[in-house]
T-cell receptor, first 111, second 118 residues
């Protein structure tokens, strides 16, 4: 089945710093790739997605590019805010639309 | 749109008792619902997939007799933890997909239910 490896957290940054959260995956075929975000005390929300190789997903200043050759989907943001503090999950879409999330990466942004 | 609710948001039960958690899609019909368990260091594990009107499909290592899943309608799925033990204490999250006009791979997540077994 599909699986994902994310960088271990927590990641602590100062406001306006550049963010990269690494994600590599193993999958059968070429699945759609997703980033979900879980804010404190809330459920997961779709942050962005990419459905085919070289596609760039973007939302709320976050970006990630589907890299087939390196099986990666790294999340980036040029200038983080305190409100971005959350847990971020990368996941390849699987058969029957199942998600096999990784451990998630907790981001702490300090003012 | 595409809101998913869970009830209760938290529950405490005694060891050996059973507890039921509800997952509802409030403004769409969900052909498929998923149940996840989130462990203390935030990792999220898929437990099972349920389709309305059919038996749930459980992931390897998940005891189907302990975690009973029923998807009785297009807006409701329930997870019953039977004979709960302290090691079942966790955060349980459901998600739903299949909203009309929305790609089938998009899942909408509930806010989660915190279960504590004493």
């Amino acid at each position: 089945g599909n699986s994902v490896t994310q960088m271990e957290g927590p990641v602590t940054l100062s406001e306006e710093a550049f963010l990269t959260i690494n994600c590599t995956y193993t999958a059968t075929g070429y699945p759609s790739l997703f980033w979900y975000v879980q804010y404190p005390g809330e459920g997961l929300q779709l942050l962005l997605k990419a459905t085919k190789a070289d596609d760039k997903g973007s939302n709320k200043g976050f970006e990630a590019t589907y890299r087939k050759e390196t099986t990666s989907f790294h999340l980036e943001k040029g200038s983080v805010q305190v409100s971005d503090s959350a847990v971020y999950f990368c996941a390849p879409g699987g058969n029957f639309n199942k998600f096999y999330f990784g451990s998630g990466t907790k981001l702490n942004v300090k003012p | 749109g595409a809101v998913v609710s869970q009830h209760p948001s938290w529950v405490i039960c005694k060891s050996g008792t059973s507890v039921k958690i509800e997952c509802r899609s409030l403004d769409f019909q969900a052909t498929t619902m998923f149940w996840y368990r989130q462990f203390p260091k935030q990792s999220l594990m898929l437990m099972a997939t349920s389709n309305e009107g059919s038996k749930a499909t459980y992931e390897q290592g998940v005891e189907k007799d302990k975690f009973l899943i029923n998807h009785a309608s297009l807006t409701l799925s329930t997870l019953t933890v039977t004979s709960a033990h302290p090691e079942d204490s966790s955060f349980y999250i459901c998600s739903a997909s299949g909203a009309s006009g929305i790609p089938s791979y998009e899942q909408y997540f509930g806010p989660g239910t915190r279960l504590t077994v004493t």
